[in-house]
């Protein structure tokens, strides 16, 4: 079966600080997409990124990076120089074939603390 | 250019009432997907339109709930008889072509059943 673990409930940090979400995902199939959504505290959910499985690039945007690694299963999110607008619950969600039919399969979220 | 629009915002209703819930797309998406929401919790599938019809709705929970796209563009969720274990942000979203293309969301709206 399909899954996404956020194994981290909530995370606080002070602001200035380096932080990484983990996400581990499990499918069976061999193409499959990987997202990453921020839903700060007014509730609406922001898409940051989406890779699929033949993209093993990591990527770079501004002060948010991806690192994705099939061998571990594993699509970590770091935020390097937090800032307090950082503040919110992030979600990894994977999209594949098998089980649910390319249905988002959601993690449980990190809720991401930034102190100032 | 403008993002997935839902109104209302807010709705508070009383246990056994109807409402509809309405979901206005990105223009030219022709996937809309509707999910709830409660608490603490990540979003749960309902259903997903491909144009005007429901390509999968095994997400819905019960015959109460009903979905609607007449004309490939707004949708609205339809909840019946409402009972409290109704009460949940309710999410629209859509992409542009089909389910792997990445889902935009719309604010949301709450929905309170007393």
């Known amino acids: 079966a399909q899954k996404v673990t956020q194994a981290q409930t909530e995370i606080s940090v002070v602001e200035k600080e380096d932080v990484t979400l983990d996400c581990v995902y499990e499918?069976?199939?061999?193409?499959?997409?990987l997202f990453w959504y921020k839903q700060p505290p007014s509730g609406e959910l922001v898409f940051l990124i989406r890779?699929?499985?033949?993209d093993e690039q990591n990527e770079i945007s501004g002060r948010y990076s991806w690192n994705f690694q099939k061998s571990t299963s594993s699509f970590n999110f770091t935020i390097t120089a937090s800032q307090v607008v950082d503040s919110a619950v992030y979600f990894c969600?994977?999209?594949?074939?098998?089980?649910?039919?390319?249905?988002?399969?959601w993690g449980a979220g990190t809720k991401l603390i930034i102190k100032p | 250019g403008a993002g997935v629009s839902q109104t209302p915002s807010n709705k508070v209703t009383e246990k056994g009432k109807y409402v509809e819930l309405r979901c206005d797309p990105i223009?030219?998406?022709?996937?809309l997907y509707w999910y709830r929401q409660s608490l603490g919790q990540g979003p749960e599938f309902l259903i997903y339109?491909?144009?005007?019809?429901?390509?999968?709705d095994s997400g819905l929970p019960n015959d109460r709930f009903f979905a609607v796209r007449p004309e490939g563009s707004v949708s609205t969720l339809k909840i019946q008889r409402t009972e409290r274990g109704d009460s949940a942000v309710y999410l629209c979203?859509?992409?542009?072509?089909?389910?792997?293309?990445?889902?935009?969301f719309g604010p949301g709206t709450r929905l309170t059943v007393l």
């Open positions: 969600a994977l999209s594949a074939r098998a089980d649910s039919n390319y249905q988002l399969i």
């Open positions: 499918t069976r199939d061999t193409t499959y997409y």
């Open positions: 890779r699929n499985s033949f």
């Open positions: 223009s030219g998406h022709t996937a």
């Open positions: 339109f491909q144009g005007t019809g429901a390509a999968d």
């Open positions: 979203a859509s992409s542009l072509a089909g389910i792997t293309d990445t889902q935009y």
